[in-house]
């Protein structure tokens, strides 16, 4: 089976299972289909009867993201229906939609706390909403912070220590911010990532400059070495990925770069167990 006899098998069933009366459709008598008809579906999503027609027979319609937006709402399709919608009709997946969800899914925070490495959950804006023992002792105890300091941007590029070697940090500031545009141009909350870069352009000049004349990278990964007192030298490779169950949160890794920082994380895993592990709220 091809996609378009796909796409024409799953509208069919999505319009089959809806009654006239479930979208305030009068009844009518002796119905030749359950469900509703493609003459109710174009009338509920904005479109000729002709043109939807034509999309649910499989023929070579595009139909715009406005409107296949109405068609999920007529056919009253959930999330993932929608994604399977966009898909199939347009090769690639919908539009974000602005959940502004920062609840974590349980299988994702079960994988941190299994991990032997040091990992955590940001929403697009870079605002830390969730993290594992190893970042509480490698980094910073983000559950003794309030949750508006939480924004990683602001703690990468304003915290003092980090400005120490002059060349590491204008390394660090241009790629960072490098990937705040493009997670900029991908935004759902716009408004947010306007304060956010409104008060950078206000308190870091070399911040300034890199979002006014600066690159665009779609992904960033780089070393990260640093002495943690009591400790010991750390050295890892962060990257990140999206999480499939909310597009707009993203997991950050941190792998060990040398058998030392290896140790060092058997160690604290082993110190951890004796204790204890505790959560953020």
Request: charged content about 25%.
């Amino acid at each position: 089976m091809g996609q378009r006899e796909e796409l024409t098998r799953f509208l069919k069933a999505s319009r089959g299972r809806i009654r006239p009366a479930d979208v305030g459709l009068p009844h009518r008598d002796r119905r030749r289909e359950k469900g509703l008809s493609r003459d109710e579906v174009a009338m509920l999503s904005g479109m000729s009867v002709t043109w939807y027609t034509w999309f649910e027979q499989g023929r070579d319609v595009q139909l715009s993201a406005p409107t296949l937006e109405r068609l999920t709402s007529a056919l009253r399709l959930n999330p993932r229906e929608r994604e399977f919608l966009f898909t199939l009709a347009q090769h690639r997946p919908p539009p974000l939609i602005d959940s502004n969800n920062r609840t974590v899914a349980p299988s994702v925070l079960l994988m941190m706390e299994r991990l032997n490495i040091p990992a955590l959950v940001m929403t697009e804006e870079w605002t830390v909403i969730a993290w594992n023992r190893f970042v509480a002792r490698l980094f910073r105890d983000y559950g003794a912070m309030a949750p508006e300091d939480r924004n990683l941007f602001k703690i990468l590029l304003l915290t003092e220590s980090y400005m120490e070697d002059e060349a590491d940090y204008r390394d660090m500031v241009q790629r960072l911010t490098a990937r705040l545009k493009w997670d900029y141009s991908r935004a759902i909350r716009v408004d947010v990532f306007d304060a956010l870069i409104e008060s950078m352009m206000e308190q870091s000049e070399i911040f300034r400059h890199f979002w006014l004349n600066g690159d665009i990278m779609a992904h960033i990964e780089g070393p990260n070495t640093r002495f943690i007192p009591g400790i010991g030298e750390v050295s890892f490779q962060h990257t990140s990925y999206a999480v499939e169950q909310e597009p707009s949160q993203r997991l950050m890794l941190f792998t060990p770069m040398d058998d030392a920082t290896v140790a060092i994380l058997n160690r604290l895993a082993v110190e951890d167990a004796a204790v204890g592990v505790e959560q953020g709220a």
